[in-house]
């Protein structure tokens, strides 16, 4: 059983040579509108029905100039619709080529645009290198700086450090010869009084 659904508007056109083309007067069956196929354009009652039944639905029951007026209003409003999208879209091309303008910056292409925002970036970058060598040279300046003050107080550390060891050997060596001329003082002075008690004895009592 071959079944087409259909709308109104298209009953009012001529249907073409492979269906039925003859006038549509269906028949109530089944609570729906039909009408018999034919294959060859020429219907007799030895057609099987089953095989060639067309179903028939109406959507609605306006006649064909009410359909037409409507399909009309419809074209209209699409082409009412496409004029404002298109409306739309040109003011839309317009702000992005004002976006455009300016981020371009007065330059005619993004060529020249790009050219010139990566000569200013590679100007930026030179001057951050070259900023960066000249803090490498004042750390290294003041490295060496540094270096050489701690060898100055290096130096000088250790010469205050000699001289001290200097002047406690010198010390060291007077004390000792100090300690040596004591007890030739000791012995001096031991050796005359011995002598002074002696030449008391002899002298100062003579007859004992």
Do not use: W
């Not at 930026?124 to 107080?153: H, I, R, Y």
């Amino acid at each position: 059983m071959l079944s087409v659904r259909v709308s109104s508007s298209f009953v009012c056109l001529p249907l073409s040579a492979a269906v039925y083309d003859g006038p549509l007067q269906a028949e109530i069956s089944n609570g729906t509108f039909h009408h018999f196929y034919v294959p060859d354009g020429d219907y007799d009652d030895t057609e099987d029905p089953e095989k060639c039944q067309m179903v028939f639905r109406f959507s609605d029951g306006s006649p064909c100039s009410v359909a037409e007026e409507e399909s009309d209003a419809l074209v209209r409003e699409e082409l009412i619709l496409a004029r404002l999208q298109a409306e739309d879209s040109a003011r839309l091309l317009e702000s992005i080529g004002r976006v455009v303008a300016n981020d371009l910056d007065g330059e005619d292409t993004y060529g020249r645009f790009l050219r010139r925002e990566i000569s200013q970036i590679t100007e930026a970058f030179s001057g951050v290198d070259k900023s960066l060598e000249e803090l490498e040279v004042k750390f290294k300046q003041s490295q060496e700086s540094e270096l050489k003050e701690e060898q100055q107080l290096s130096g000088f550390v250790l010469k205050q450090v000699g001289d001290v060891r200097d002047s406690l050997r010198d010390t060291k060596d007077i004390s000792l010869g100090l300690r040596d001329k004591q007890e030739l003082l000791s012995l001096i002075v031991r050796s005359h009084g011995s002598r002074l008690s002696r030449l008391k004895t002899q002298y100062l009592n003579p007859g004992s």
